[in-house]
C-alpha cells in the first residue's frame, strides 16, 4: 500500500510524537520520519530507538519538505513554534496538533500559518501518565476517538487525508469545531483531571492522617486518583491556561452538584444518594459497552500475577 504522507514531520518527541513514530512505522503512514525535540537527551534517544529518520535542533529544519507536520509538544508552546516554521512549510502541506485543548490552538497558530498550507486542528483522545520519548506505543491509538476540528475553510481533500492517517493509527475519527471540543473535553478530562491533583493535594495536606497511611490504604479509591495525579504537570497547566471558559463552567456545575451532596450526606437523605450512585453505574457500563475500557475488576490490576 502507498503510504498517506512522503513525510512526516514531528514536532515534540514525548509519549504522543513517540507513540505516532511507532504506529507510523508498523504501519507504514510515511515513507520518511523527520523529527524536533528541544533537548539533545531526547533528540539523542529518538536515534537510538529508531523513532525518526532524522532529528534536528530547529522545528523550522524539521518542517522542511514534510507533507505532515504534526505538533506534539505541550500547547503553550504552539505559537512559537508556528511562528518559527511558518516560512519553513511546504505549499500543500497538512499542519495539525494533537494539543488537549483546540480553540486556544486556533487562536495562536492560525495567524502564522501561511497561504496554501492547509491547517487543521486534531487531538487524539488516548494517552497515559507517562511522558517522554520512551513512554509511546504503537497501539496507544487503536479504538480511540480522534477529534478532527477542521476550519471553516478547511479544504475537504486535507481533512480527508488526515482523517485517513489517523484511521491509519486505528482511530476512529469524529469532526466537530473548536469550540466544542473545549467544552466536551472540559468535563470528559480536564475536570477529572483537576478534581484527581486537588484530592490528592488534599490528601498530601492531612496532618492527623499521615502520609504513610494515606499510601498504605490507598486501595480504597484513592489509588486511582493519584494514577491520573502523576500526569505531565507542564501538559496540564498549559491545558488549564488554555481552556479556561469551559473548564470554569463546568467546575461551576460542578461545584453546585457537590453541594447537593453534602446537603444530602448532612440531612441522611439516602435516596438522594442512591439515585445518584446508580446514575453513575450507568454511565460506567456505557463507556464499558461502546470499547472504551474493560470490564475487567480493578481496572485489570487483578490479573498481574501475583509474586
Ligand atoms: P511529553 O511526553 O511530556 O512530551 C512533550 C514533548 O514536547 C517533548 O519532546 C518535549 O521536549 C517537548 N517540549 C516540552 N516543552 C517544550 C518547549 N517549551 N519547546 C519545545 N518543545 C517542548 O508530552 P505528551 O504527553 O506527548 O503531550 C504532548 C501533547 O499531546 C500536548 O499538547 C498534550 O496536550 C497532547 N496530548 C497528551 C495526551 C496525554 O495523555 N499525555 C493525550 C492527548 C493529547 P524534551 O523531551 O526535549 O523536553
Redo the contacts with the bound molecule.
Sequence with gaps: MKPVFERVALI??????SSLAHVIRKKKLAAEITGY???EA?RAKAVEIGLVDRVFPSAAEAVAGADLVIL????G?YGALAKEIASALKPGAILTD???VKGAVVRDVLPHVPAGVHFIPG??I???EQ??PE?GFAELFINRWCIVTPLADSDPTAVERLTEFWRGCGSNVETMTPEHHDLVLAITSHLPHLIAYNIVSTAADLEEVTSSEVIKYSAGGFRDFTRIAAS?P??WRD?FLNNKDAVLEMLGRFSEDLSVLQRAIRWGDGETLFNLFSRSRQIRRGIIAAGQDTAAPDFGRSAAKLQ
Design positions: 515534540g518527541i514525548g509519549l504522543i510524537g525535540a528541544r533537548s531526547t506534539c509538544s505541550p500547547v508552546t494533537v494539543g488537549s487531538h487524539p488516548a494517552g497515559t511522558s517522554g513512554a505531565d507542564t501538559m491545558v
